[in-house]
């Protein structure tokens, strides 16, 4: 049995998520886990469940949650009465606050005895325990009691990582996440002076400065006051260009002996379903005696890097060497072989000195860095196999888990699993656990709508899921008409950083330009499955040059062939509708229309 509270909290019994109904309830629980066995008394718990109105019936209440609560635990742990309040017994490893604290504290004392790399690997997997804000689900009170003080916790857990990193000689990398921190916390003053080196050894003396006249700026218009004299003394420093700001030449020679053994970014806590799935890739992967990749493939938004989590993380214990994990997609554009060598050989610890340049070299110094480890590799979100191929390691012990929008029919060698969309009942039930269980009763065929509207693609129905959180108020009906209507359908499904419209586009985007016109022409028909010769008629080229492009776009998994009828395509659902907004968009009017007076000629002939 184990307990997250570090995101939104949860309980676990082994690789099954228990469901702890109501913010009551968790707070109960979580609040038994934050006095680390001791007491917590009723009148506590009475102020964290209701503050300053707790009904008449509370100590009954009180009563009821704790007996809910031994039901859920089982035997993985106890909740005693123990006058005048209740405790929790619980091992400590099962706790991902009391892990958290651990690995914190023995990346401390590997700091203090300057063994950076043992540091940096136990500050990184305290770090990797958490998955969003803490204390998510809990009342309002002891979320705005305990939420700083963890978060707290956790700034200066990464704050001493990053000193970490930067002994190393991992300053590159470091760049981005300090100005995403100094954004988000201006006034904290380490993360500052540790971005200002960051930049000054990857030789942005400017930027480095700049960096520290705008907190300069923000102290004295915020505070009145100057920055400290620790940090105006590095700002000297840089000034001054002194060599004794650059990373340690001991630090850049030294190799690591091994890659980082922490867990990969978790799965989504309400991942559902696709059971045969990580059943066959953990079979595939939990063999380690030679090399093997599994490639997932599908749509964009399928849940593909939620399946690869959710594997990564049965398979850890196979691979004790550590797991790496690369995103091949860049900000623009997907990485280069060369670029995504140079990231996992960073994540590996090599330093940033000591890389080689060329493709063959990077790949070679790959390759002899696996050696002899058992290492999970995991790529995801691949362009093609010409991107991959240098990836694999081809060493015995070392697995590859990869995810792509294409088939990767060319990949010599690899297990491959093709993810579809949900069945309905999967669909219906992931939706289902974003809202309650009396408002899903209410109305269970506008549940069901919903999921069918949403194609079954997980990654839609979490964004209705977010939709329903968002407007409790609204009748589920309403947003199942909403998603009935082609003009509100894209909108409705994005909601924060889930986007469908922005997954979908991004596989539109790869395509050759003469398979984006050929999709966004399609797309122009007037119902989603068509034959071969409608759209040889449509896209006003032969047959076989027809086929050629319909079969690229099902490998592309942008076209789906039903029920493997030959020469019979269909859109599914959100594909065309991004394609369609895409042919409004990029077509000429005098065009579209020109290619729909083909087709009526031609059925009309």
């Not at 003080?149 to 981005?176: F, K």
């Not at 201006?186 to 400017?206: D, I, S, T």
Request: glycine content about 6%.
């Amino acid at each position: 049995m184990r307990v997250r509270i570090l995101g939104p909290v949860e309980l676990w019994n082994n690789a099954d998520r228990v469901e702890l109904r109501g913010s009551k309830l968790r707070t109960f629980l979580t609040a038994l886990v934050l006095a680390h066995g001791r007491v917590v008394s009723d009148q506590t718990l009475v102020e964290m469940l209701w503050e300053d109105a707790p009904p008449a019936t509370a100590q009954a209440q009180i009563q009821t949650y704790a007996s809910r609560l031994r039901g859920l635990l089982g035997d993985g742990a106890v909740v005693d009465r123990h006058r005048p309040g209740y405790r929790l017994h619980i091992e400590r490893d099962d706790v991902d606050l009391t892990r958290f604290e651990g690995l914190a504290a023995e990346g401390r004392a590997a700091l203090a005895e300057r063994r950076v790399e043992a540091a940096a690997r136990s500050l990184a997997g305290a770090l990797a325990l958490w998955r969003g804000e803490a204390l998510t689900g809990v009342t309002d009170f002891l979320a705005d009691l305990e939420r700083p003080r963890l978060e707290e916790a956790r700034l200066a857990v990464l704050e001493d990582r990053v000193e970490a990193d930067l002994a190393l000689g991992r300053h590159a990398g470091l760049v981005p996440e300090l100005t995403a921190v100094v954004t988000a916390h201006p006034l904290r003053e380490r993360p500052r002076a540790q971005l200002m080196l960051a930049l000054y050894r990857c030789g942005r003396n400017a930027d480095a400065l700049a960096s520290f006249q705008d907190y300069r700026r923000f102290l004295a218009e915020e505070l009145g006051i100057d920055p400290s004299a620790e940090l105006q003394d590095l700002h000297q420093a840089i000034l001054s260009d002194r060599h004794t700001l650059l990373a340690p030449s001991a630090s850049a020679s030294r190799p690591v002996a091994a890659p980082p053994v922490t867990p990969l970014q978790a799965p989504p806590a309400d991942f559902t379903g696709r059971d045969a799935a990580v059943d066959r890739a953990r079979a595939l992967l939990g063999d380690t005696g030679a090399p093997r990749v599994c490639a997932i493939t599908g749509m964009g938004g399928v849940g593909k890097t939620a399946l690869a989590l959710r594997v990564a993380q049965q398979v850890a214990g196979a691979y004790p060497d550590g797991q790496v994990h690369v995103d091949l997609q860049g900000s623009s554009r997907p990485l280069e072989a060369a670029e995504a060598l140079a990231r996992l050989l960073r994540t590996l610890g090599a330093p940033d000195g000591d890389l080689p340049r060329g493709a063959e070299e990077l790949t070679q110094c790959y390759r002899d860095r696996l050696a002899g480890r058992r290492v999970l590799i995991v790529l995801d979100d691949a362009a093609g196999e010409r991107q991959i191929r240098p990836l694999l390691p081809g060493v015995p012990g070392c697995g590859v888990l990869l995810t792509g929008r294409t088939r990767l029919a060319a990949l010599e060698g690899a297990d491959r699993i093709s993810l579809q969309p949900f069945e309905p009942a999967e669909a219906v039930a992931l939706l289902a656990r974003h809202t309650s269980p009396e408002r899903a009763a209410a109305e269970p065929r506008a549940l069901a709508l919903i999921a069918e509207r949403c194609g079954y693609l997980p990654l839609a129905i979490r964004a209705c899921g977010a939709r329903l959180v968002g407007h409790p108020h609204w009748p589920l009906s309403r947003l199942a008409d909403r998603l009935a209507d082609p003009h509100w359908l894209l909108d409705e499904l994005r909601v924060a950083d889930l986007d469908v419209q922005a997954a979908l586009a991004l596989s539109y985007r790869r395509l050759p330009a003469d398979l984006r016109r050929a999709l966004r022409l399609l797309s122009l028909l007037s119902t989603p499955t068509f034959s071969l010769w409608i759209a040889a008629v449509l896209l006003d080229r032969p047959l076989t040059e027809t086929r050629a492009q319909v079969e690229e776009l099902v490998e592309a998994y942008l076209l789906e062939v039903p029920g493997g009828r030959p020469d019979t395509y269909r859109f599914h659902r959100l594909v065309h509708a991004v394609a369609r907004e895409r042919a409004l968009t990029e077509e000429t009017p005098r065009l579209r229309a020109a290619a729909i007076r083909r087709v009526d000629l031609a059925l009309t002939a």
